[in-house]
T-cell receptor, first 115, second 116 residues
Framework: NAGVTQTPKFQVLKTGQSMTLQCAQD?????MSWYRQDPGMGLRLIHY???????DQGEVPNGYNVSRSTTEDFPLRLLSAAPSQTSVYFC??????????????FGEGSWLTVV | AQSVTQLGSHVSVSEGALVLLRCNYS??????LFWYVQYPNQGLQLLLK??????LVKGINGFEAEFKKSETSFHLTKPSAHMSDAAEYFC??????????????FGTGTRLQVFP
């Protein structure tokens, strides 16, 4: 998972608390995204960004906010955590390639528990 | 809309046996197809991908997959399983038309167990 750094790796939150999952990449990729992984459901796209200042919703955006002020950073914010947001979160950064398709690099994951 | 179906949430093989993990996709446009592996408490690592060209794709760790358009399949195989192959494997598809905005659609995963 070279180049994509996520923090924290583990976090326990109380219902209603807010927090930010940090994601940074040093590969100068324009495209970044956040996924959540739940048992039996694979990974689902939360939000994505095609460049600084541009974000859009994925498959499961409710309860999450994102911003992209720089190319390197793409934080994911939970404004009021709910138990349904207990999950493993993965940040990804994409190297685009004409004719060869994109290569997506994942961070090592952030394990979040909301009690 | 695109989707991916992985048949079998758990697969068990003996060490040295053939590994076959099944993936079928649905896509209205030519797809890009991926297999990722996830070891316990780790992120996802790309095993291999199909974009265009040769339909038999070789990846890391001795894995390969064949894109069969007529069967809408992209099954992952390895001739001889090793204990270190025990992990969860995800098939994924993306819309390759707009490479600046690719979004991966993942299958639900297949957990591979390898017995000695």
């Amino acid at each position: 998972n070279a180049g994509v750094t996520q923090t924290p790796k583990f976090q326990v939150l109380k219902t209603g608390q807010s927090m930010t999952l940090q994601c940074a990449q040093d590969m100068n990729h324009e495209y970044m995204s956040w996924y959540r992984q739940d048992p039996g459901m694979g990974l689902r796209l939360i939000h994505y960004s095609v460049g600084a200042g541009i974000t859009d919703q994925g498959e499961v955006p409710n309860g999450y906010n994102v911003s992209r002020s720089t190319t390197e950073d793409f934080p994911l914010r939970l404004l009021s955590a709910a138990p349904s947001q207990t999950s493993v979160y993965f940040c990804a950064s994409t190297r685009t390639g004409t004719g060869t398709g994109n290569t997506i690099y994942f961070g090592e994951g952030s394990w979040l528990t909301v009690v | 809309a695109q989707s991916v179906t992985q048949l079998g949430s758990h697969v068990s093989v003996s060490e040295g046996a053939l590994v076959l993990l099944r993936c079928n996709y649905s896509s209205s446009v030519p797809p890009y197809l991926f297999w990722y592996v996830q070891y316990p408490n780790q992120g996802l690592q790309l095993l291999l991908k199909y974009t265009t060209g040769a339909t038999l794709v070789k990846g890391i760790n001795g894995f390969e997959a064949e894109f069969k358009k007529s069967e809408t399949s992209f099954h992952l195989t390895k001739p001889s399983a090793h204990m270190s192959d025990a992990a969860e494997y995800f098939c994924a598809v993306s819309d390759g038309r707009s490479y600046n905005t690719d979004k991966l659609i993942f299958g639900t995963g297949t957990r591979l167990q390898v017995f000695p």
